[in-house]
C-alpha cells in the first residue's frame, strides 16, 4: 500500500471517528430529554414503536478506609495478569491465552 493511499485511509478514520463522536454527543442529549420526559415513579413506559425503561445505577466512590467501617471490605484472590504477560512473553504456553491484534490511530497535530 503506497503511502496517499494510506493517509487517505487514516483521514476517512478519524473522519468517521469524529462523526461517531458527534452521534454519540446527541445520543446522550436525547437521553437527557427522554429522562426528563418519562412519567415520574414510572419503571415502564410504551409507545406503539417502543418499550422505554427507567434504569437505575449506583457507583461507589468509597475509599478502603470508608468501607471498612461498614464491614464491607472483602479480600479476593486475583489472576496476575502481569506475571502471566511476563510468561507468555517468554514463551510459556498458558491455557486460556488469546491474542488480538487491531491499529490506534491518533493524528499527529503541529504543536504551535
Avoid at 51 to 74: D, G, M, S, W, Y
Avoid at 80 to 102: M, N
Wanted: hydrophobic fraction near 35%.
Amino acid at each position: 500500500m503506497d503511502i496517499n493511499s494510506l493517509e487517505a485511509l487514516l483521514r476517512a478514520h478519524k473522519e468517521l471517528s469524529n462523526q461517531i463522536r458527534e452521534l454519540e454527543d446527541q445520543k446522550k442529549e436525547i437521553a437527557k430529554h427522554l429522562l426528563t420526559a418519562f412519567p415520574p415513579g414510572i419503571k415502564k413506559y410504551t409507545t406503539p414503536g417502543f418499550n422505554v425503561f427507567r434504569q437505575e445505577r449506583v457507583n461507589f466512590k468509597t475509599t478502603i478506609e470508608e468501607a471498612r467501617l461498614f464491614h464491607a471490605v472483602k479480600v479476593e484472590e486475583i489472576v496476575d495478569k502481569i506475571k502471566l504477560t511476563s510468561l507468555h512473553a517468554s514463551g510459556t504456553k498458558i491455557p486460556g491465552v488469546t491474542h488480538t491484534e487491531y491499529v490506534l490511530v491518533r493524528e499527529i497535530t503541529k504543536k504551535q
